[in-house]
């Protein structure tokens, strides 16, 4: 009973890695770093993006960090994008192109292994992956792994995702071709279950995939 509560991020061991105070990156946005308890994001874990649909602005609230992260020469993994990522947008928002790494897993085991695998290397310090859905134990299981190495884990999931012990957990929804509505639906401490509010992404230029599918079905 225990380990199934641990597993669905219900409750929080109070010892490990996870009870470190996390330092933060700053997000870029005020409206969304005053929300958040470690004023930005957690350096070391797992940060759940829901969201109903690819190409609403997701990727612009990340484009502040994966630039800060990319001019100081750490790497940034994609791994399982579902469209292929255009390099003249990274490049617009000053993201180093050779410190972007894209990896396609063929399955669904593939994928997993590499989200492992990118936290042990110690030259990635990002990681965005798309998985759809992913199960209670898998996610704590990277959580240990993104805290431990300090290493800072985005999932894309789908907005029914199961309930999972990450670091923190929040729901994307548009209003416009400029703003998001944002919920935090889990954070360790602070804020969280409250209204959504608005955040405006488009800060240099819109972030969009060009609408050619580039991942294999990563639910095989």
Known sequence: MLQELLNTGKIWRASGTDSQQASEYPSGFTQLDER???????????????HEQHGIGELNLLMPLIAKLSQ?????????????????????????????LIIEPETHKDLLWSLEECIRSQAVKLILAWANTLRGEQVRRLQLLASEHQVCC????????????????????????????????????????ASSFPVAHRQVSHFTYCHEPHAADTNE
Not at 36 to 50: A, F, K, R, S
Request: hydrophobic fraction near 40%; include cysteine; charged fraction near 10%.
């Open 154 to 193: 985005f999932l894309f999931l789908a907005q029914g995702s199961e309930n999972t012990p990450c670091a923190l957990r929040l729901h994307l929804s548009p209003t416009d071709h400029e703003t998001l509505q944002i919920a935090i639906l889990r954070q360790k401490s602070g804020m969280a279950g």
């Open 72 to 100: 100081d020469e750490h790497y940034c993994a994609w791994i399982a994008p579902p469209y292929r990522i255009q390099a003249l947008a990274l490049l617009q928002h000053h993201i180093s192109l050779p410190q972007q």
């Open 36 to 50: 958040l308890q470690t004023n930005g994001w957690p350096t070391g874990g797992v940060i759940e993006i829901l």
